[in-house]
């Protein structure tokens, strides 16, 4: 067996392995810590709690490299050669140390670290014996600094680690503790000029006010200690809800809520609670959109810039124009699935059941493969007119070049036309019907059809519309 296993040399194990603990340096004295590697005491005679501070002082003063004009010389193989403090200069600068007392040279990172690393074999040159043979320096110094994950590599990257101040614990400690006292005391700041103008009905002034902004996180801090103090002053006794409904500025409905209660002190008080708004259709439908549109930026659909992807609305009832037509239609496209939601939400929560009954209506009216058909028919007819309404300058002959295009959209333009409507039935859930199927006009089936789905669609449907646009034109060139 014992051909198979490596007996541990308990004399290759660093030195710091026969410290007698009891005999431990306690008392950090800087002052007492020599500059010369030869005088120094092992590192591993310190308590590990200022060990730490002596690493600290002898990296923060660096090597021990004394420039000298000549340093002693030693005879190596009938040769005379000594240290040259150019070797000072090159690639061992940061380590590499001389001692003028004993004429050695000394590696200051694996004098500070070694002692971590004493379970591995490693030799005492450059931390307590030194080395001196100066005609094979070049080789010696190689090996000594080896390959990466070496001894000395090791303790390389702990002096950089520890050299570093900004990184150390205490600095991080200290840094968050100033750091917190500031913002308290900003905070403390902020809240006294906060309570001042909600006092008074003040307006922040120069600063946002929004859901998301600081002023708005100290205002519903203070509003919920207030709420708080309300409560305790009701103490669990009986109390009253005050409702007024009005309107604001902007002529949103929003209802005042009023806590009515006897205190402690038997006296009828009423405390304001706050303000409800009550979200319109237009509000639910500009909130589902935003929350559309967020989401296909985060999915990567969709690119964010400068004037693109403005919030769209459907257009008032008092713009009758033809644009106002064409842009209506373009919206009611993009919001559609917004648009589906509101009338859901208005479905089961509207107030009244007028309301309630006519989403129910609208849904079962748009959510239908023919109404998508002739929705994007008319806007591909819109949007040749709205050209057409755009360059009045050129209108006359634009005319020919527009009833060109109707031309060309009657008779090559249906297959388009069809994707289009289909891939749109597909992203919102809309049944597609089979088109080679016979079409029933309006709820009955008593009478036997003659026509498809498909031919009522191109020729009573999208041709009806394409030969009006035309003769109107045609009217317009005589």
Same mark, same amino acid.
């Given at each position: 067996?014992?051909?198979?296993?490596? /007996?541990?040399?308990?004399? !290759?194990?660093?030195?710091? @392995?026969?410290?007698?603990?009891?005999?431990?340096?306690?008392?950090?004295?800087?002052?007492?810590?020599?500059?010369? &590697?030869?005088? *120094?005491?092992?590192?591993?005679?310190?308590? &590990?709690?200022?060990?730490?501070?002596?690493? %600290?002082?002898?990296?923060?003063?660096?090597?021990? !490299?004394?420039?000298?004009?000549?340093?002693?010389? #030693?005879?190596?193989?009938?040769?005379?050669?000594?240290?040259?403090?150019?070797?000072?200069?090159? &690639?061992?600068?940061?380590?590499?140390?001389?001692?003028?007392?004993?004429?050695?040279?000394?590696?200051?990172?694996?004098?500070?670290?070694?002692?971590? $690393?004493?379970?591995?074999? @490693?030799?005492?040159?450059?931390?307590?014996?030194?080395?001196?043979?100066?005609?094979?320096?070049?080789?010696?110094?190689? /090996?000594?600094?080896?390959?990466?994950?070496?001894? =000395?590599?090791?303790?390389?990257? +702990?002096?950089?680690?520890?050299?570093?101040?900004? !990184?150390?614990?205490?600095?991080?400690?200290?840094?968050?503790? %100033?750091?917190?006292?500031?913002?308290?005391?900003?905070?403390?700041?902020?809240?006294?000029?906060?309570?001042?103008?909600?006092?008074?009905?003040? &307006?922040?002034?120069?600063?946002?006010?929004?859901?998301?902004?600081?002023?708005?996180?100290?205002?519903?801090?203070?509003? /919920?200690? @207030?709420?708080?103090?309300?409560?305790?002053?009701?103490?669990?006794?009986?109390?009253?809800?005050?409702?007024?409904?009005?309107?604001?500025?902007?002529?949103?409905?929003?209802?005042?809520?009023?806590?009515?209660?006897?205190?402690?002190?038997?006296?009828?008080?009423? *405390?304001?609670?706050?303000?409800?708004?009550?979200?319109?259709?237009?509000?639910?439908? *500009?909130?589902?959109?935003? +929350?559309?549109?967020?989401?296909?930026?985060?999915?990567?659909?969709?690119? +964010?810039?400068?004037?693109?992807?403005?919030?769209?609305?459907?257009?008032?009832?008092?713009? @009758?124009?033809?644009?106002? =037509?064409?842009? #209506?239609?373009?919206?009611?496209?993009?919001?559609?699935?917004?648009?589906?939601?509101?009338?859901?939400?208005?479905?089961?929560?509207?107030? #009244?059941?007028?309301? *309630?009954?006519?989403?129910?209506?609208?849904?079962?009216?748009?959510?239908? $493969?023919?109404?998508?058909?002739?929705? =994007?028919?008319?806007? %591909?007819?819109?949007?040749?007119?709205?050209?057409?309404?755009?360059?009045?300058?050129?209108?006359?002959?634009?005319?020919?070049?527009? %009833? +060109?295009?109707?031309?060309?959209?009657?008779?090559?333009?249906?297959?388009?036309?069809?994707?289009?409507?289909?891939?749109?039935?597909?992203? =919102?859930?809309?049944?597609?019907?089979?088109?080679?199927?016979?079409?029933?006009?309006?709820?009955?089936?008593?009478?036997?059809?003659?026509?498809?789905?498909?031919?009522?669609?191109?020729?009573?449907?999208?041709?009806?519309?394409?030969?009006?646009?035309?003769?109107?034109?045609?009217?317009?060139?005589?």
């Amino acid at each position: 067996m014992e051909k198979f296993l490596a /007996k541990f040399n308990h004399s !290759q194990a660093s030195s710091s @392995t026969n410290v007698n603990h009891s005999h431990l340096i306690d008392d950090l004295n800087l002052d007492s810590l020599k500059a010369d &590697p030869g005088k *120094r005491v092992p590192i591993a005679h310190y308590n &590990p709690r200022i060990k730490d501070e002596v690493r %600290k002082h002898y990296i923060q003063k660096g090597p021990c !490299q004394p420039k000298m004009d000549s340093y002693p010389p #030693t005879e190596i193989g009938k040769r005379m050669c000594q240290f040259c403090k150019i070797w000072f200069e090159g &690639p061992y600068s940061k380590w590499l140390e001389y001692s003028v007392e004993k004429d050695f040279v000394y590696c200051l990172c694996c004098y500070l670290f070694k002692d971590d $690393f004493f379970h591995e074999s @490693t030799s005492e040159f450059y931390t307590k014996t030194g080395f001196r043979s100066w005609n094979r320096k070049l080789e010696r110094f190689r /090996k000594h600094v080896s390959d990466v994950n070496s001894i =000395h590599d090791k303790c390389f990257n +702990k002096m950089l680690d520890l050299s570093n101040h900004h !990184q150390s614990i205490q600095v991080v400690i200290d840094k968050h503790r %100033k750091l917190k006292n500031e913002y308290r005391m900003r905070l403390e700041a902020s809240i006294d000029v906060s309570r001042l103008l909600l006092q008074y009905g003040l &307006p922040f002034q120069g600063h946002g006010e929004s859901e998301s902004s600081t002023n708005q996180d100290i205002v519903n801090a203070c509003a /919920k200690e @207030t709420l708080k103090a309300i409560i305790g002053d009701l103490n669990g006794d009986y109390f009253g809800i005050l409702v007024d409904e009005s309107k604001d500025i902007s002529h949103k409905e929003q209802m005042a809520l009023v806590l009515r209660f006897v205190n402690k002190n038997g006296e009828v008080v009423e *405390r304001f609670i706050g303000l409800v708004h009550d979200l319109s259709s237009g509000d639910l439908l *500009r909130d589902h959109q935003g +929350k559309k549109l967020e989401q296909l930026f985060e999915s990567g659909e969709v690119k +964010k810039g400068q004037g693109l992807h403005q919030k769209r609305g459907l257009q008032r009832r008092g713009d @009758t124009l033809w644009g106002s =037509h064409f842009k #209506t239609l373009d919206n009611f496209i993009v919001i559609f699935s917004s648009i589906v939601h509101v009338l859901e939400v208005i479905e089961l929560e509207g107030s #009244t059941s007028s309301d *309630r009954n006519q989403a129910e209506y609208l849904l079962t009216k748009i959510k239908i $493969f023919k109404f998508i058909f002739v929705l =994007h028919l008319t806007l %591909k007819v819109l949007a040749m007119s709205n050209e057409l309404n755009q360059d009045i300058v050129n209108a006359v002959e634009f005319l020919n070049i527009t %009833k +060109k295009r109707f031309q060309d959209m009657r008779e090559n333009g249906w297959e388009s036309l069809l994707d289009d409507v289909s891939s749109f039935c597909d992203v =919102h859930d809309i049944l597609i019907p089979k088109l080679d199927e016979s079409y029933f006009p309006g709820k009955s089936k008593c009478k036997s059809p003659s026509v498809s789905y498909a031919h009522h669609l191109r020729v009573e449907v999208s041709f009806v519309v394409i030969n009006v646009q035309l003769e109107e034109l045609n009217i317009v060139l005589m």
